[in-house]
């Protein structure tokens, strides 16, 4: 067997083994360049051993054997709980899909409505029923005590939360895997371009949702990194939890601060955002320049929004790898890991430099 061979063997072993492998790691690993690993991966790819993604491979449907349980012999069967269904969650839940399909498993899906409630009963009935493994998004953003974290902490299965930060969940020190956004990084690259095009008053419209924390230590980061005037994050007497729309008093108070640029979260608010002031004959973007955190419907808009896109399939498909790795874990790659993953931004009309 010549040298070339041999290392094809012993990448693909390697992918076997771990179900999915790192470009840069491997060359280091098996002491090549990384341009030799690219074309022992591309050979690999061509035999149908490996798939290749972004950043590395990992194993081939066409050549992976289902996983299976050690309890039961049959395919892994992973579980997945989601506070809601639609808008955030359908990618996350594509995403996991295909995870699943590629790694020979199974995937349950269920909706918990945003009732604390029905999260309990559907985790401990996914457990009844002998899932292999749970994904866990919650509706609630805090639960230092209580039945939950009670229930969450002793389950004897693999646990992977998905969009939430155990630490934040369940107190400091709570060790649990998680796939989560960089909602901070989303957020001070959408501030850095906005300032790369001219804008000096940027402001952050986020009202406390779960992600809300994060994107606001990106934003202080970005503001002081930049040097430019932080703007006081709103407490505005029109705002109220039950709205159905963006007030517009809420951005006339930013505009009134000398606001010219604002990234908004959520999306609906940003595309609300925008039809107001093009109906009040406000320029976008030669007056005020919008980013809208998160992109369903961010380029269909009258002016295109620039938007900071939340990489939802991904997270779905590293929550699903990271919860089959688990269950087949007999070494290190039981440690708890944090996964993050970037956010894209995308520019648009919204945010043209200024002239």
């Not at 295909?98 to 999260?119: C, K």
């Not at 609630?140 to 939360?161: E, N, T």
């Not at 705002?239 to 606001?259: M, S």
């Not at 919008?290 to 419907?297: G, H, Q, R, T």
Request: charged share 25%; with cysteine.
């Amino acid at each position: 067997m010549d040298l070339k061979e041999e290392r094809l063997r012993d990448i693909a072993k390697l992918v076997r083994s771990r179900g999915r492998v790192e470009t840069v790691a491997l060359a280091a690993e098996m002491g090549v360049s990384l341009a030799t690993v690219r074309r022992d991966l591309a050979d690999l790819e061509q035999r149908g051993t490996i798939r290749r993604v972004h950043g590395g491979a990992m194993l081939s449907s066409r050549s992976q054997p289902p996983q299976r349980s050690e309890a039961t012999g049959e395919p892994l069967t992973v579980g997945m709980v989601l506070p809601r269904s639609g808008y955030y969650y359908g990618p996350v839940i594509r995403g996991a899909n295909r995870a699943a399909r590629e790694l020979g498993a199974r995937l349950l899906v269920a909706i918990a409505d945003d009732s604390l409630e029905r999260e309990l009963a559907l985790v401990q009935r996914m457990v009844d029923n002998g899932v292999d493994g749970l994904m866990i998004s919650t509706s609630g953003v805090h639960y230092p005590d209580g039945a939950f974290r009670d229930l969450i902490l002793s389950l004897p299965i693999p646990v992977v939360m998905l969009e939430r930060d155990p630490e934040l969940l369940f107190g400091k020190g709570v060790r649990l895997d998680s796939v989560v956004t960089s909602h901070g990084d989303g957020v001070q690259d959408a501030v850095r371009y906005l300032h790369a095009s001219g804008r000096s008053r940027i402001a952050l419209l986020s009202p406390g949702f779960y992600a809300t924390p994060e994107m606001r230590g990106g934003y202080l980061a970005a503001t002081e990194e930049l040097g430019i005037p932080q703007l006081p994050f709103l407490v505005s007497k029109h705002w109220a939890p039950a709205r159905t729309r963006l007030p517009w008093e809420v951005v006339q108070e930013l505009i009134d601060q000398g606001c010219d640029a604002i990234v908004i979260h959520p999306e609906q608010d940003a595309v609300d955002a925008l039809q107001d002031c093009l109906a009040r004959g406000i320029s976008i973007p030669d007056d005020l320049a919008i980013v809208s955190y998160d992109d369903e419907l961010s380029a269909f808009c009258e002016v295109p929004l620039t938007a900071v896109a939340p990489p939802k399939t991904q997270v779905g498909f590293q929550a699903v790898q990271r919860c089959v790795e688990l269950c087949s874990a007999d070494d290190d790659r039981a440690t708890p890991q944090r996964i993050s993953v970037y956010p894209e931004l995308r520019i648009r009309k919204s945010t043209d430099a200024i002239a």
